[in-house]
Nanobody, 122 residues
Framework: QVQLVESGGGLVQAGGSLRLSCAAS????????MGWFRQAPGKEREFVGG???????RYADSVKGRFTVSSDNAKNTVYLQMNSLKPEDTAVYYC????????????????WGQGTQVTVSS
């Protein structure tokens, strides 16, 4: 059974930075893509960015140029570097995994972490 554990959330001022981590265990991760999603209060969960096993990345338009997804395959860990944070980035951030490439649809991901809260103050 796959386990995904996020860490690194917290409270930061607008314009600041945070780096989230997602550690994966429980299977062979070759060919496995990881996505980051977020859910703000009262809103639907949305795709933020993701990375394939081969390192191909994909981002939502709202975070392009500010967020970067990277991975350390040896550690089965994916990172979300968030710079120039805005109050509207406040949400619970989730990592999710799937076999194959990075897709943006929530339903395409079968493995999910428990989420980590990111709060950006103005």
């Amino acid at each position: 059974q796959v386990q995904l554990v996020e860490s690194g959330g917290g409270l930061v001022q607008a314009g600041g930075s945070l780096r989230l981590s997602c550690a994966a265990s429980g299977r062979t991760f070759s060919g496995y893509a990881m996505g980051w999603f977020r859910q703000a209060p009262g809103k639907e969960r949305e795709f933020v960015g993701g990375i394939s096993w081969s390192g191909v990345t994909r981002y939502a338009d709202s975070v392009k140029g500010r967020f970067t997804v990277s991975s350390d395959n040896a550690k089965n860990t994916v990172y979300l570097q968030m710079n120039s944070l805005k109050p509207e980035d406040t949400a619970v951030y989730y990592c999710a995994g799937r076999s194959g490439g990075v897709l943006t649809a929530i339903a395409q991901y079968g493995d999910w972490g428990q989420g980590t809260q990111v709060t950006v103050s103005s």
